[in-house]
T-cell receptor
Framework: EVQLVASGGGLVQPGGSLRLSCAAS????????VTWVRQAPGRGLEWVSA??????????TDSVKGRFTVSRDNSKSTLYLQMNSLRVDDTAVYFC???????FGLGSYLNYWGQGTLVTVSS | DIQMTQSPSTLSASVGDRVTITCRAS??????LAWYQQKPGRAPKLLIY???SLETGVPSRFSGSGSGTEFTLTISSLQPDDFATYYC?????????FGQGTKLEIK
């Protein structure tokens, strides 16, 4: 059974940092791209960042470029999101999701999602 | 960025009804479209990919159609478990975007 378990969320002040983790199991983690998608309270889904299976290529939405860094450790089947310079509008539930292929983008949909971890940025 | 627009935003229906949700892309995305179902406090669940392919384990009352810029998700006979929010998503490039969601409510 595919499982993705996100953790690391919490309350942080504006300008602070958090590191999210997503532990994967039930599939060959090193052969699939993975991604982060967030959902602000009461709002829709917003793609945030992604990383290819090899970890060589990363992608970010414009609003987090330069502040967030996505990485993965294939030996631990774990995805990470380092979030720096956090802003109030980063407040959201952050979901990790498995892509359907090793690359991310054209043809790569999200076939499994973790339960999400809540990040609250507030003073 | 490719904008995805869903309609309606809210849909009230009864068990047994046939319902259709529409998703329009701001430019052609071929068939690179997925549909997800999300229930309150839960992660999204994949229903349909490549516009019309049913994900394994998803009931056959769900179907998708369309290509280019206009797509539909149809539920042929609503069941109590289907009341949720539905999102379309384009994956024609790395910058994947979602529609704003359609909340399916019990009439």
């Amino acid at each position: 059974e595919v499982q993705l378990v996100a953790s690391g969320g919490g309350l942080v002040q504006p300008g602070g940092s958090l590191r999210l983790s997503c532990a994967a199991s039930g599939f060959a983690f090193s052969t699939y791209a993975v991604t982060w998608v967030r959902q602000a309270p009461g709002r829709g889904l917003e793609w945030v960042s992604a990383i290819t299976a090899s970890g060589i290529t990363t992608y970010y939405t414009d609003s987090v470029k330069g502040r967030f860094t996505v990485s993965r450790d294939n030996s631990k089947s774990t995805l990470y999101l380092q979030m720096n310079s956090l802003r109030v509008d980063d407040t959201a539930v952050y979901f990790c999701a498995k892509a359907s292929s090793r690359e991310f983008g054209l043809g790569s949909y999200l076939n499994y999602w973790g339960q999400g971890t809540l990040v609250t940025v507030s003073s | 960025d490719i904008q995805m627009t869903q309609s309606p935003s809210t849909l009230s229906a009864s068990v047994g009804d046939r319902v259709t949700i529409t998703c329009r892309a701001s430019q052609s995305i071929s068939s690179w479209l997925a549909w997800y179902q999300q229930k309150p406090g839960r992660a999204p669940k994949l229903l349909i990919y490549k516009a019309s392919s049913l994900e394994t384990g998803v009931p056959s009352r769900f179907s998708g159609s369309g290509s280019g810029t206009e797509f539909t998700l149809t539920i042929s006979s609503l069941q109590p478990d289907d009341f949720a929010t539905y999102y379309c998503q384009q994956y024609s490039s790395y910058f994947q975007t979602f529609g704003q969601g359609t909340k399916l409510e019990i009439k």
